[in-house]
């Protein structure tokens, strides 16, 4: 089965993720468990079918309760030429209603490498912790990057709207998860499928190179399809925020919110829920 399908429309496996440690709390992460102090504020991504930069971004914005007018002031501040390029809408899966980010970006031909990255960052009105999380992440891609392409970091760069749309996931998604700051971040172990991708370089077998450099260290489960269910991106945020791997965690529920990607996988779940409440244990 060939699968052309990428969680966003552009967060291509061919292209994209250094370590920053998340610097809230965290509990102990191993076959028994976690422990979680009480009262603390948590977010957890309940991950079905994978994750993707614009399913982050998307859960974020629901999970904050942001207005267009709002997400597009942070995108302004980040980047002028992002403004306007994030809508949420909503989507059913299998008549379950849950939330899309449809992401138009501006067509432009400039190619970016590290150091261009960074000077936007540097540039940008985010908080100096938001720099520094898609600092880490953009580190990520491009060291990946160059292990994958036998390339000096220096080498690596990011093309045309590939690079807008991880500008934009990476910068916009740190800012939000700054804002959110849960006391703890608590991730489901990632579903993994076999299969095929088919991407710039054609052809290849999933999980793709990029992805299996960023595996190391990461808890996954199989998966009941086949194709691509993590992004890069997607991997290049959770090591930069550093969370903890495992079950469900004891909270009461504030908020839970429903996030597809763009592709729908058959006969198996679909989508991630981000849910935010309090530790009660």
Known sequence: ???????????????????????????????????LKAG??????????GLSGDMFLCGLIRTLGLSSQETDNILNGIFPALKGSV???KKEVNHIAGWHCSVQLPHEHQHRNLDDIFKIISQAQLSEKAKSYAVSAFSFVAETEAAVHSLNIEEV???EVGALDSILDICLTCE????????YFVVSPLPIADGVIHCAHGFIPSPAPAVQALLAGIPVRPFGAEGET??????ALLKAFNPTFGGWPMIVVEKISTIYGTYTYPEVPNGALFVYGTSYV
Do not use: W
Not at 40 to 49: C, G
Not at 230 to 235: D, E, K, M, V
């Open 1 to 35: 089965m060939t699968n052309e399908y990428h969680h966003s429309h552009h967060d291509q496996s061919h292209c994209n993720i250094g370590v920053s440690h998340h610097h809230h709390e965290h509990g102990k992460h191993s076959e028994q468990g976690y422990k």
């Open 230 to 235: 993590i992004t890069p991106t997607a991997l």
């Open 176 to 183: 939000l998860f700054v804002r959110l700051n849960p006391d």
């Open 40 to 49: 603390k504020k948590v977010l957890t991504i309940r991950s079905h079918s």
């Open 157 to 159: 760069h990011f093309h």
């Open 87 to 89: 809508q949420l809408v």
